[in-house]
């Protein structure tokens, strides 16, 4: 969610069923996301533990094999994950789902399918402001944007199921779990890792003897598969006020550690290139950026002009519909932004940030540098696809995307005394993040949890995606649903009694009883009604 909120408090581990106002005091935006997402939470649970993880009602989300993969069909309706509701409005193909482009680096495409493949369900929550909705903003306020919107994106993603794709996710978690065990420092923690590390064993076996013959549910093996990175390498994080360097001898080190900054910030750490972290014997292109201002800071654009140079490099010049409420919100030059549209969201690309060289602010005219061997995202200049520049704060020891390089067990300085810490053993994957509420009172905090002994708790990453396991199309040319589908409980009684009175008729012994009953039974009620027989009232 990168919208201007001062925090985001919502912790389903502290079991808070509501939120309670109080006479006289202030209203902040926190509580009101707050109490939003204890109901979410409450809803998706219930779901969840009512009926399943995944499911689908009725008909919707079904399947109807086509010639081409691209124009299989995909039926409109209601599919659930992990309680979070998928709509899918109309009859659509795969090749045009509503929420596509979805990533291609999934094992294939749909115009180019391997021999056999499942499909399953990506499914996140993406922020939407009132430059990437329009709608919601009142037009009486004249341009003053109000509160922003949550939206569930799905995706019908194709995972390849040859050997090596298949086991990619647990390959990743192996290695993950691998570096956990060189971190742990307790022998309970050890055991922990190398119970993780014998299921994903007991995993691999359970696909090699299920490709044998052995009666195995390939539908749930996947489904580990998927979670895998969520059930063994969730990445986790640790924030920290760090000893702070004196301003007037860069050689003392200041007494206390505290945040140092003027104001109180929502700092945002987003993973940008996800993978693997760089460590001493393996370099890695895993990267993140951060933002103080939790990522809000937004331009929309209104055209984008590219123009090479002869070194080789390229000029972007992007004209913006503003330049910010003020200089806090702003640009300034040397500052580094990420080209933004609709397609780029969906797709979860990870393009590189180009720094900020000219700012021509009567004509609202910004200049971005595109450095030689580095290719510019296109952004589109349809304002249908909704293009904007997003700011982004970190200025130093950057890669050539424009970000930080990952690196797992050391604290990294971000400013003004915060720093974060990545621990050993995390796959991450563009969009993780964790926020990090900084105050000035109090001498300078963090909003952090903390353990018994004052040091930083580890935070597991915000922004994980949900998954869902609709079928397998084996090489054999055959589809398997792998999903369960439950109708309404209405469809389920009528459908029950139907049955039930087809089977007593299609009986001819139990068909005259059957009527007897019926005919008896309504003679029986309207004699009471009518006050008739023995059901006549006495006196």
């Known amino acids: 969610m990168k919208g201007d909120f001062a925090r985001v408090t919502f912790d389903p581990t502290r079991h ?14 926190a509580d009101w996301n707050e109490q939003a997402g204890i109901q979410l939470h409450l809803l998706h649970t219930l779901i969840r533990d009512l009926v399943g993880p995944c499911w689908a009602v009725g008909n919707g989300f079904s399947i109807a094999q086509q010639p081409h993969v691209a124009d299989w069909q995909l039926q409109a309706g209601h599919f659930y994950v992990d309680g979070i509701l998928c709509e899918n409005d109309v009859l659509c193909t795969l090749g045009t789902q509503p929420y596509a482009p979805a990533p291609a680096d999934d094992g294939g495409d749909w115009n180019n399918p391997p021999a056999s493949f499942a499909l399953w369900l990506d499914v996140w929550e993406r922020h939407l402001s009132a430059i990437e909705a329009p709608g919601i903003a009142d037009v009486a306020l004249n341009g003053i944007d109000t509160a922003t919107r949550a939206q569930t994106v799905w995706q019908l993603r194709l995972l390849d199921l040859d050997t090596a794709h298949e086991t990619a996710p647990l390959d990743a978690a192996t290695a993950a779990l691998n570096l956990r065990l060189l971190a742990a420092t307790t022998d309970a923690e050890k055991a922990a890792i190398k119970q993780q590390l014998d299921a994903i064993a007991q995993l691999r076996n359970s696909l090699a003897t299920g490709a044998a013959g052995n009666n195995n549910d390939p539908c749930n093996s996947l489904r580990l598969i998927l979670g895998a990175r969520a059930a063994y390498a969730w990445p986790m994080l640790r924030a920290q006020l760090g000893p ?3 301003d007037s001898d860069s050689c003392i080190i200041a007494a206390d550690a505290r945040y140092r900054g003027c104001e109180n910030q929502l700092y945002r750490v987003e993973v940008h290139q996800g993978g693997m972290a760089s460590s001493a014997n393996a370099t890695t292109t895993t990267d993140f950026k951060w933002s103080r201002e939790n990522g809000s800071v937004i331009f929309p654009i209104v055209n984008a002009v590219s123009t090479p140079q002869n070194d080789g490099s390229a000029q972007l010049a992007v004209s913006l519909a503003n330049l910010g409420r003020d200089q806090r919100l702003g640009l300034a030059v040397n500052d580094w932004v990420e080209l933004v549209d609709d397609d780029y969201t969906l797709a979860q690309r990870a393009s590189p940030l180009l720094q900020v060289i000219a700012i021509d602010i009567a004509q609202r005219l910004v200049t971005l540098a595109v450095p030689k061997n580095v290719t510019a995202y296109a952004v589109s200049n ?3 696809k909704h293009p904007l520049l997003r700011r982004w704060d970190q200025s130093q020891n950057l890669d050539a995307q424009g970000c930080v390089s990952l690196v797992e067990g050391e604290f990294i300085d971000l400013e003004d005394g915060v720093q974060i810490r990545f621990e050993p053993g995390g796959i991450y994957a563009t969009g993780d993040y964790w926020l990090i509420p900084a105050r000035v009172a109090g001498n300078g905090t963090l909003d952090w949890p903390q353990a018994a002994d004052g040091s930083a708790v580890a935070v597991k990453s915000r922004g994980m995606h949900r998954q869902a396991v609709l079928g397998i199309f084996g090489a054999q040319g ?4 792998c999903c369960c589908r439950f109708d309404s409980l209405c469809a389920l009684m009528k459908n029950s009694v139907r049955r039930s009175t087809d089977a007593i008729v299609a009986a001819p012994a139990v068909a005259p009883m059957f009527n007897s009953v019926v005919t008896t039974g309504a003679t029986a009620k309207v004699a009471k009604k009518r006050g008739t027989g023995a059901n006549k009232p006495s006196g």
């Open 16 to 29: 808070y069923n509501r939120v309670l106002q109080q006479q006289g005091r202030v209203l902040l935006e």
């Open 244 to 246: 702070v360097v004196s």
């Open 382 to 384: 349809d304002p249908k």
């Open 478 to 481: 055959a589809y398997t649903e």
